[in-house]
């Protein structure tokens, strides 16, 4: 879970969405289809329901309003993930593109084409998928997801201090207290290194 424009040049960013599809082939009768793909603006709502669901209760703030969730799934829908089973939304990431060295206000909700930095707003799981690990697996695909697109060098995202341990686990790093306030909330920013070398050992599609 996290907050952000929070988890968080002149490359390109690869336009046309990718489907990233993992549905299990095999037992079938045993293991419920699994499949991993970009969002797209039909999903906003099973997006906001899950992330209201998950922040209200905690924070009493959204990451995301309804409006935000479409602007970045219309904008910039190669910057999403989705996990789905059996065709129901369990996780998911959305990102945009960011230029500056740090995350600012304005980073809450623009979109900047042609970044080499993919700014996680929002991960967020469907309450019934809690406590499975399901988080730290959609981030791990995530990351090895964009770690693939040209151009992108970096993932930033902003958390709460109780969710550093999780995105440091992640192999994110802190950088110090965030200039973004939410109501009354503080947040740590975190950064990763993306290194498409990293994962092309695990990735096939890199």
């Given at each position: 879970?996290?907050?952000?424009?929070?988890?968080?040049?002149?490359?390109?960013?690869?336009?046309?969405?990718?489907?990233?599809?993992?549905?299990?082939?095999?037992?079938?009768?045993?293991?419920?289809?699994?499949?991993?793909?970009?969002?797209?603006?039909?999903?906003?709502?099973?997006?906001?329901?899950?992330?209201?669901?998950?922040?209200?209760?905690?924070?009493?703030?959204?990451?995301?309003?309804?409006?935000?969730?479409?602007?970045?799934?219309?904008?910039?829908?190669?910057?999403?993930?989705?996990?789905?089973?059996?065709?129901?939304?369990?996780?998911?990431?959305?990102?945009?593109?960011?230029?500056?060295?740090?995350?600012?206000?304005?980073?809450?909700?623009?979109?900047?084409?042609?970044?080499?930095?993919?700014?996680?707003?929002?991960?967020?799981?469907?309450?019934?998928?809690?406590?499975?690990?399901?988080?730290?697996?959609?981030?791990?695909?995530?990351?090895?997801?964009?770690?693939?697109?040209?151009?992108?060098?970096?993932?930033?995202?902003?958390?709460?201090?109780?969710?550093?341990?999780?995105?440091?686990?992640?192999?994110f790093k802190e950088i110090g207290p965030s200039a973004i306030t939410v109501s009354n909330m503080h947040f740590q920013e975190m950064e990763y290194t993306l290194s498409g070398q990293a994962y092309s050992r695990r990735n096939s599609d890199c």
């Amino acid at each position: 879970l996290s907050v952000s424009g929070l988890l968080f040049f002149k490359p390109f960013f690869q336009k046309t969405p990718v489907r990233v599809d993992s549905s299990l082939q095999q037992r079938r009768h045993t293991l419920p289809a699994s499949e991993f793909r970009n969002l797209t603006p039909q999903d906003a709502i099973s997006v906001f329901e899950i992330e209201r669901e998950a922040f209200i209760s905690v924070s009493g703030e959204c990451p995301l309003t309804l409006d935000e969730v479409l602007n970045f799934l219309g904008q910039c829908p190669e910057l999403s993930l989705g996990w789905f089973e059996e065709g129901q939304l369990v996780a998911f990431i959305i990102g945009s593109g960011w230029d500056k060295e740090r995350l600012s206000q304005e980073a809450m909700t623009q979109h900047v084409p042609d970044s080499s930095t993919v700014h996680i707003h929002v991960l967020s799981v469907h309450r019934h998928c809690r406590q499975q690990g399901k988080g730290s697996i959609i981030l791990w695909r995530y990351l090895q997801y964009v770690s693939c697109m040209p151009g992108l060098r970096r993932a930033l995202l902003i958390c709460e201090d109780f969710l550093v341990p999780f995105y440091l686990k992640a192999g994110f790093k802190e950088i110090g207290p965030s200039a973004i306030t939410v109501s009354n909330m503080h947040f740590q920013e975190m950064e990763y290194t993306l290194s498409g070398q990293a994962y092309s050992r695990r990735n096939s599609d890199c």
